[in-house]
Nanobody, 116 residues
Framework: QVQLVESGGGLVQPGGSLRLSCAAS????????MSWYRQAPGKERELVVA????????NYADSVKGRFTISRDNAKNTLYLQMTSLKPEDTAVYYC?????????WGKGTLVTVSS
C-alpha cells in the first residue's frame, strides 16, 4: 500500500531554514509526480509545490517562489523540500502527497513552526 512519511519539521526562527523529507513506498516513485501541501492553523490545505516524475518540471505557489526548492531522489524514493528565508506565515503542517488511480494519498505531516 502507498505510504508517505514526512520528517524534518521543527521550530525555526524567522529567516531560518529547514529541509523536509518524504520517504515514499508502495508505488513506483520514479515515474510518479509528487507534491507538497501545507495547512496552517484555521486555514484550508494549500498546494506549496508540485514536481514531475523526472524533476524537470515544477510548479510553486507564489507565496514560496524564490524561497522554497523541491527536489527528489528517485534512487532513494525520497522527496525533499528545502525551505529558506522562513516567515511566521510559513507555520503549518506540511504534507507530502501523491495521486494514484484517482486517489490522493497523504502522509501524516510534519509541523513547521516559524517563531522568535
Amino acid at each position: 500500500q502507498v505510504q508517505l512519511v514526512e520528517s524534518g519539521g521543527g521550530l525555526v526562527q524567522p529567516g531560518g531554514s529547514l529541509r523536509l523529507s518524504c520517504a515514499a513506498s508502495g508505488f513506483t516513485f520514479s515515474t510518479t509526480a509528487m507534491s507538497w501541501y501545507r495547512q496552517a492553523p484555521g486555514k484550508e490545505r494549500e498546494l506549496v509545490v508540485a514536481i514531475s516524475w523526472s524533476g524537470g518540471s515544477t510548479n510553486y505557489a507564489d507565496s514560496v517562489k524564490g524561497r522554497f526548492t523541491i527536489s527528489r531522489d528517485n534512487a532513494k524514493n525520497t522527496l525533499y523540500l528545502q525551505m529558506t528565508s522562513l516567515k511566521p506565515e510559513d507555520t503549518a503542517v506540511y504534507y507530502c502527497t501523491v495521486r494514484k488511480v484517482g486517489i490522493n494519498y497523504w502522509g501524516k505531516g510534519t509541523l513547521v513552526t516559524v517563531s522568535s
